[in-house]
C-alpha cells in the first residue's frame, strides 16, 4: 500500500514537475519572439537611418565611402 502510494505520488509530482518544465520553455520562446522582433525593428530602423545620411551626404556632394566601409554594407547596397 505504501508502496503502490509512493509511486502515485512519484508519478504526479513527475508530471506536474514536466507541466511546469513546458511551461518555462515556452515562456522563454514567446520572450525570444518578442526580443527578435524587436531586434527586427531596431535594424529596420538603422538601415533607413544609414540610408537617408548617405543620401543627404551624397546630396551635399560628400564622400560615403567611409560611412559605407564604417556600416560593412556590400557595395551594392545603396
Known amino acids: 500500500m505504501v ?3 509512493y509511486g ?7 508530471v ?3 507541466h511546469e518544465a513546458a511551461e518555462a520553455a515556452e515562456a522563454r ?3 525570444a519572439e518578442v526580443t527578435a522582433r524587436e531586434s ?4 529596420a530602423q538603422m538601415e533607413s537611418g ?6 543627404k551626404l551624397k546630396g ?3 564622400d560615403t565611402r567611409d560611412v559605407e ?4 554594407t556590400p557595395d551594392e547596397f545603396f
Open 60 to 62: 551635399a556632394g560628400q
Open 3 to 5: 508502496a503502490a502510494y
Open 40 to 43: 527586427d525593428a531596431w535594424a
Open 69 to 72: 566601409r564604417a556600416a560593412g
Open 29 to 31: 520562446a514567446r520572450a
Open 16 to 18: 506536474r514537475d514536466a
Open 8 to 14: 502515485i505520488s512519484l508519478a504526479l509530482r513527475q
Open 50 to 55: 544609414l540610408r537617408v545620411a548617405v543620401s
